[in-house]
């Protein structure tokens, strides 16, 4: 199994999850062109999809999900919630994950994991194929038992680290966007992504990479230095950037 990003951050988010029988798009929040264009950075073309999976309907996530399946027919998935919060669907394929159940999909198992953030009824996704596994998880405001249960088994792990907490509180964000941010149903700091870390045990991860990383409220050493206790027996540290997400990894 490989996984690469278009691009990771509150201006966009998409997600490539591939084996040699599948390829997903989780994701997708930019433009036509634009993702078209990223696509190709990572020697992949529309065409060459199965599906788009779609983990909630805030525009950084869903700006380009529509456009991109009605002009490529891609099927879509989502919950119900989020379908919900989707504008207009005409013309699009659309089915209905349900968070409490798996789904096969383009040769991949695909685990949906129902998490605590403020949209109607977001999930994130773990995938499994090939004796491995690759969790995706950004977009969380705080910790869950449901969550670590179900992350442990992963070998690979693309993790939210948001926001150092002194430069979101410093930072130039008013104040409700603050408490949002900052709040249960938001995102994860790099002291709770590195709390996760502990908790899951990172002696299994071959692939870790650090995600949806704040531009204005967060730098990758603050990030680096958070998750650093946990991160020793990790066979490869990536951090996504908004502009590039990151290169294909590869689990064994
Ligand atoms: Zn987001
Ligand atoms: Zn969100």
Redesign the pocket.
């Given at each position: 199994m490989r996984y690469a990003s278009l691009g990771s951050g509150s201006k966009g988010n998409a997600t490539l999850v591939a084996t040699d029988n599948g390829v997903v798009l989780v994701d997708c929040g930019f433009s036509v062109r634009e993702t078209v264009r990223r696509l190709a950075r990572l020697r992949c073309n529309p065409e060459d999809l199965d599906a788009i999976l779609v983990t909630?309907e805030?525009s950084?996530?869903i700006r380009g999900v529509v456009p991109l399946a009605r002009k490529y027919g891609l099927p879509v998935f989502m919950t119900a919630g989020t379908a919900k919060a989707v504008s207009s669907c005409r013309d699009v394929i659309a089915h209905e994950v349900n968070p409490h159940r798996s789904l096969s999909l383009a040769g991949f198992d695909i685990i949906p994991v129902a998490v605590p953030?403020?949209?109607r009824e977001?999930v994130q996704y773990i995938f499994r194929a090939g004796g491995n596994s690759l969790g995706i998880l950004t977009?969380l405001g705080c910790i869950t038992p449901h969550v670590i249960d179900a992350y442990r088994e992963c070998d690979g792990l693309l993790l939210e680290a948001n926001h150092d907490v002194g430069m979101l509180a410093n930072g130039p964000y008013p104040p409700s966007l603050k408490r949002r941010v900052g709040g249960r149903w938001g995102h994860l700091s790099n002291d709770q992504a590195a709390a996760l870390l502990a908790a899951l045990g990172p002696e299994r991860i071959q692939s870790l990479v650090l995600a949806h990383i704040s531009e204005k409220n967060n730098a990758r050493e603050l990030v680096s230095a958070a998750v650093a206790p946990h991160t020793a027996a990790v066979g490869n540290l990536t951090y996504a950037c908004q502009a590039q997400g990151f290169p294909w990894q590869t689990l064994l």
């Amino acid at each position: 199994m490989r996984y690469a990003s278009l691009g990771s951050g509150s201006k966009g988010n998409a997600t490539l999850v591939a084996t040699d029988n599948g390829v997903v798009l989780v994701d997708c929040g930019f433009s036509v062109r634009e993702t078209v264009r990223r696509l190709a950075r990572l020697r992949c073309n529309p065409e060459d999809l199965d599906a788009i999976l779609v983990t909630h309907e805030h525009s950084d996530h869903i700006r380009g999900v529509v456009p991109l399946a009605r002009k490529y027919g891609l099927p879509v998935f989502m919950t119900a919630g989020t379908a919900k919060a989707v504008s207009s669907c005409r013309d699009v394929i659309a089915h209905e994950v349900n968070p409490h159940r798996s789904l096969s999909l383009a040769g991949f198992d695909i685990i949906p994991v129902a998490v605590p953030h403020d949209a109607r009824e977001p999930v994130q996704y773990i995938f499994r194929a090939g004796g491995n596994s690759l969790g995706i998880l950004t977009d969380l405001g705080c910790i869950t038992p449901h969550v670590i249960d179900a992350y442990r088994e992963c070998d690979g792990l693309l993790l939210e680290a948001n926001h150092d907490v002194g430069m979101l509180a410093n930072g130039p964000y008013p104040p409700s966007l603050k408490r949002r941010v900052g709040g249960r149903w938001g995102h994860l700091s790099n002291d709770q992504a590195a709390a996760l870390l502990a908790a899951l045990g990172p002696e299994r991860i071959q692939s870790l990479v650090l995600a949806h990383i704040s531009e204005k409220n967060n730098a990758r050493e603050l990030v680096s230095a958070a998750v650093a206790p946990h991160t020793a027996a990790v066979g490869n540290l990536t951090y996504a950037c908004q502009a590039q997400g990151f290169p294909w990894q590869t689990l064994l």
